[in-house]
């Protein structure tokens, strides 16, 4: 998000066919979320171009990357690695040290599929429980962002794209982005 260093979502284990959609909501949850760009490990040339076409046309900055070799991602990365896992550390006990490191450095946050191999526990800086209770990537995802960003994510700005969604107490209103000048 703007003014913040880096936030990076790596999803691991997709199917090609069966999870097209739940890896194209992650992506999507990022974005909307305030992460910056997700890296999707695998054949999800499907996912990325939804994720991309949203991006054209509510605005960004975010960014899709398919990635065949993901381990030098996770190895090679020069700040904090949170994995998210029902079976990691309570989410309510780490979240201000995460925060605090955020200040600094950019963050990497890892959610699976599948099972998740055992050397991306290791390698985490942060195994991290949104409740110790299977749930969803995509839930904990979502949840993981908000308590990174303390609720500011809600308040993000966007730049480019066609189209803004005006809220409304009932009906939908959507509006091209040059009938906003001056209003953004
Ligand atoms: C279908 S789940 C697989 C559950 C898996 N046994 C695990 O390690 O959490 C797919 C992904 O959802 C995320 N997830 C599921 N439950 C979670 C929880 N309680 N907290 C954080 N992430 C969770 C994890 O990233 C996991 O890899």
Same mark, same amino acid.
């Given at each position: ?12 284990? =997709? ?24 890296? %999707?490990?695998?054949? +999800?040339? *499907?996912? *990325?171009?939804?994720?991309?076409? %949203?991006? +054209? ?12 070799? #993901?381990?030098? !991602?996770?190895?090679? #990365? &020069?700040?904090?690695?949170? =994995? !998210? ?12 040290? %995460? ?36 749930? &969803? ?9 908000? =308590? ?9 700005? #966007? ?12 009906? *939908? ?12």
């Amino acid at each position: 998000m703007q003014g913040s260093p880096e936030v990076c979502v790596l999803r691991l284990g =997709h199917r090609p066919g069966r999870d097209n959609r739940m890896t194209t909501h992650v992506g999507l949850t990022a974005r909307a979320l305030g992460a910056d760009r997700v890296v %999707i490990a695998g054949n +999800a040339s *499907k996912s *990325k171009g939804t994720i991309e076409d %949203i991006t +054209a046309r509510f605005g960004g900055p975010f960014e899709v990357e398919l990635s065949d070799s #993901w381990r030098p !991602l996770l190895r090679d #990365w &020069s700040g904090v690695v949170v =994995h !998210l896992t029902m079976y990691g550390e309570r989410v309510q006990d780490v979240e201000e040290e %995460i925060r605090a490191a955020h200040r600094a450095d950019p963050v990497l946050v890892v959610v699976g599929s599948q099972k998740v191999p055992f050397d991306v526990y290791d390698a985490a800086d942060y195994n991290v429980g949104v409740t110790n209770q299977p749930h &969803s990537e995509v839930a904990g995802l979502a949840v993981f962002l908000d =308590h990174l960003f303390d609720g500011r994510e809600l308040d993000r700005e #966007w730049e480019g794209g066609e189209s803004r969604v005006l809220p409304m107490e009932t009906g *939908k209103r959507v509006v091209p982005v040059e009938d906003l000048d001056g209003e953004e």
